[in-house]
């Protein structure tokens, strides 16, 4: 075949795209396993750090069979009513981004744990940022009403600004804030006014992050309200 001609140039670039796709798509699958299993530990610590507890890649699993009570985890709907199934496996931000999936049809699991003899309720919630998808998780105290931590967390968030919702300075507000008063849903505000720490039900937000800081209020608003129901319960 005359290399210089039209046809040896198809040619070439068919073969060269068929054995590259091929390659890329062998790649993909055999690593599969193991992007899930690093979606699993990443899942683990978030839900420990909301309890406070560090853990690392390699200790996460260990760390979490020790507090977490796997018997006692659950998923309740949207109108706090548990259902079945195994709420570790509930993939809510998938749920979250399927828009023909009805508001009454998402999941809502919860996780329990145990430190030193008294239980924590872990609630994961997902929303939208400024510029993509964001998500978390707070701990209730026994009593049922008040955060005992929080963990927020971001995709593509702008530095300095929004992605300052992952830092422990603002995160830490949480702490000790209501979630309801005398069984009544309250809800979170989020305020850019600085007044957050004088007030209840109220944080305040970060600095030039406005959109973010609204986004975890609506978060929290839309998730945290379904559990109080469940709690009332």
Known sequence: MNKDSNGYTFLFAIILVAVVGTSLASLSVGLKPRQAKNVEVKKKMDILGAIKIESTRKTATEVYSKYILSDECLIINDLGEVVDGDAFKVDIKKEY?????????????LYVANIDGSKKYIIPMVGSGLWGPIWGYIAVNEDKKSIFGAVFDHKTETPGLGAEIKTAAFQKQFVNELISDNGTYKKMRIVKDGSGSSKEFTVDGITGGTITSKGVEEMLDRTVQVYVNYFNK
């Not at 981004?97 to 699991?109: E, H, I, S």
Request: positive net charge; aromatic residues 8%; charged residues 40%.
């Open 97 to 109: 981004r399927d828009k023909k999936l009805p508001v009454t049809a998402r999941n809502y699991p």
